[in-house]
């Protein structure tokens, strides 16, 4: 089947360390996007690629990067300098030709910073 | 820039009540509409979508939303809720051109027997 798979679920880290989520996806879409959850917040863009080798900045990005050097995969790494990394993230991709922006969501990750 | 605001946080309606999520976009042009539901600790889930056409949109679970142009508005609905609708609903707006969706912060939805 078909899908976006996200790992880990659960992560704990110690503040001051960098932590990289995992984001692949085998739907054969083109962009694929980050966003973070906070309880009351709703989802915030961190950063999104519309195409392998190349990404943009969102609302949220500092202290986040990433990388896009497969079409299957879209990496987060949450710098140490992120001031408050504890959040629920959440990757996502789109089939560029459908031209709509229409989100096919992963099951999240969730780290805490301790 | 597009913008959303779903207005309430947190709705309680009883088991068998009909139930309306409201939705409000701030947008120049013809949106792209969607409705996501999320469980605690999930993704998210497309419920329906409007890209143009018929104004009444059906979806997933027996959910239907409404595109009225002259209120700016999307609202989700619903005639008779099961415990099981229990979960956060989120409203999102996109324009042409695979531009990010944009979501609004979500209502919470309880059911009670």
């Known amino acids: 089947d078909g899908g976006i798979t996200q790992s880990p679920k659960y992560l704990f880290r110690k503040e001051g360390q960098n932590v990289t989520l995992s984001c692949e996806q085998n739907?054969?879409?083109?962009?694929m996007y980050w966003y973070r959850q906070d309880p009351g917040q709703g989802l915030r863009l961190i950063y999104y690629?519309?195409?392998?080798?190349?990404?943009q900045k969102g609302d949220i990005a500092e202290g986040y990067s990433v990388s896009r050097e497969k079409k299957e995969s879209f990496p987060l790494t949450v710098t140490s300098a992120q001031k408050n990394p504890t959040a629920f993230y959440l990757c996502?991709?789109?089939?560029?030709?459908?031209?709509?922006?229409?989100?096919?969501f992963g099951e999240g990750s969730r780290l805490t910073v301790l | 820039a597009q913008s959303v605001t779903q207005p309430d946080i947190h709705i309680t309606v009883s088991e068998g009540a009909s139930l309306e999520l409201r939705c409000n976009y701030s947008?120049?042009?013809?949106?792209?509409l969607f409705w996501y539901v999320q469980s605690p600790g999930q993704g998210l889930q497309l419920l329906l979508k409007?890209?143009?056409?018929?104004?009444l949109v059906q979806g997933i679970k027996g959910f239907e939303a409404e595109f009225k142009r002259s209120q700016s508005s999307f609202n989700l609905r619903k005639p008779s809720v099961h415990w099981s609708d229990a979960a956060e609903y989120f409203c999102?707006?996109?324009?042409?051109?695979?531009?990010?969706?944009?979501f609004g912060k979500g209502t919470r939805l309880s059911v009670i027997a």
């Open positions: 996502a991709s789109s089939r560029r030709e459908q031209n709509t922006g229409e989100l096919f």
């Open positions: 409007y890209f143009s056409g018929d104004t």
């Open positions: 999102a707006v996109g324009a042409s051109g695979n531009t990010p969706l944009v």
């Open positions: 947008y120049g042009a013809t949106p792209y």
């Open positions: 690629s519309q195409i392998v080798n190349d990404f």
């Open positions: 739907l054969n879409h083109d962009a």
